[in-house]
C-alpha cells in the first residue's frame, strides 16, 4: 500500500512539476515579448491584430511612383499657367525634405490665365540635376479661397492632389513645376518652390 502512494505521489509531483515548468516558461517567454516591444516604443499586440493591420496595408493601393518626363513633352508647353503647390504631406511646401523611400502628397491648385480654365488632371514636375520626373493627380477640387484672390470664377474648382511613390527620384535638389492639358494644349507653371529628396 506504502509503494503504490508513493508511487502515486511521485507521478503527481512530475506531472506538477511539468504542468508548473511548462507555463512558467510560456509565461517567461510573453512577458519578455511584451517587453521588448513596449520598450521599443510600440503597443503591444495579438497575433491577430497583427495579421489585420497587414491585410489592411495590403488593401491599399501603393501610389504610382514619379517617373522621368518623356523628351520633349514639354518643349512647346505654353507658359500661361496660374498655379501654386501649397502644400506636401500638409506642410508648408518650401523646402520640404522629402523620403526617398517613401510616398509624398502635393496639393495646391491649377489653372490657365489665358482661357480661365482648369484642368482635369495634373502632372507635378521635379527638375533636378539628374533630369525632370513626374507625377500625375486629379483636379478639380474646390478653392473658393483662390477664385476670390484671383478674381476669376472659374478657379473655384482649381484644387488638386497628386500623391506618388519618390523611389524612382534620385537623393538630391529639386524645383517643382506643374504640367497639365488645357484644351488638348500643354501649359506649363513653374513654382517658387523647391525640395530635396533624402
Same mark, same amino acid.
Given at each position: 500500500m506504502r509503494s503504490g502512494s508513493a508511487d502515486q505521489g511521485s507521478k503527481s509531483q512530475a506531472i506538477e512539476s511539468r504542468?508548473? /515548468?511548462a507555463p512558467s516558461a510560456a509565461k517567461f517567454a510573453l512577458a519578455l515579448c511584451v517587453l521588448l516591444l513596449t520598450s521599443c516604443g510600440r503597443p503591444a499586440t495579438t497575433a491577430a491584430d497583427w495579421i489585420n493591420q497587414q491585410a489592411a496595408r495590403n488593401a491599399i493601393?501603393? *501610389?504610382a511612383p514619379?517617373? *522621368?518626363v518623356p523628351a520633349m513633352t514639354l518643349d512647346r508647353a505654353r507658359s500661361t499657367g496660374d498655379c501654386n503647390v501649397d502644400k506636401i504631406d500638409g506642410q508648408t511646401a518650401e523646402g520640404m525634405a522629402v523620403?526617398? +523611400?517613401g510616398? /509624398? =502628397?502635393f496639393t495646391g491648385w491649377a489653372g490657365d490665365h489665358l482661357t480661365h #480654365? =482648369?484642368?482635369t488632371g495634373v502632372e507635378v514636375v521635379l527638375a533636378g540635376a539628374t533630369g525632370d520626373y513626374w #507625377? +500625375?493627380?486629379?483636379s478639380g477640387s474646390a478653392r473658393p479661397d483662390v477664385a476670390a484672390a484671383q478674381k476669376i470664377a472659374a478657379y473655384a474648382t482649381s484644387g488638386f492632389g497628386v500623391g506618388a511613390s519618390m523611389y524612382r527620384v534620385p537623393?538630391?535638389?529639386y524645383g517643382v513645376s506643374l504640367a497639365y492639358r488645357i484644351g488638348g494644349d500643354w501649359v506649363k507653371c513653374p513654382t517658387s518652390v523647391r525640395i530635396s529628396v533624402e
Amino acid at each position: 500500500m506504502r509503494s503504490g502512494s508513493a508511487d502515486q505521489g511521485s507521478k503527481s509531483q512530475a506531472i506538477e512539476s511539468r504542468g508548473g /515548468t511548462a507555463p512558467s516558461a510560456a509565461k517567461f517567454a510573453l512577458a519578455l515579448c511584451v517587453l521588448l516591444l513596449t520598450s521599443c516604443g510600440r503597443p503591444a499586440t495579438t497575433a491577430a491584430d497583427w495579421i489585420n493591420q497587414q491585410a489592411a496595408r495590403n488593401a491599399i493601393p501603393a *501610389p504610382a511612383p514619379f517617373s *522621368p518626363v518623356p523628351a520633349m513633352t514639354l518643349d512647346r508647353a505654353r507658359s500661361t499657367g496660374d498655379c501654386n503647390v501649397d502644400k506636401i504631406d500638409g506642410q508648408t511646401a518650401e523646402g520640404m525634405a522629402v523620403d526617398h +523611400l517613401g510616398g /509624398t =502628397v502635393f496639393t495646391g491648385w491649377a489653372g490657365d490665365h489665358l482661357t480661365h #480654365a =482648369v484642368p482635369t488632371g495634373v502632372e507635378v514636375v521635379l527638375a533636378g540635376a539628374t533630369g525632370d520626373y513626374w #507625377a +500625375l493627380g486629379d483636379s478639380g477640387s474646390a478653392r473658393p479661397d483662390v477664385a476670390a484672390a484671383q478674381k476669376i470664377a472659374a478657379y473655384a474648382t482649381s484644387g488638386f492632389g497628386v500623391g506618388a511613390s519618390m523611389y524612382r527620384v534620385p537623393i538630391g535638389a529639386y524645383g517643382v513645376s506643374l504640367a497639365y492639358r488645357i484644351g488638348g494644349d500643354w501649359v506649363k507653371c513653374p513654382t517658387s518652390v523647391r525640395i530635396s529628396v533624402e
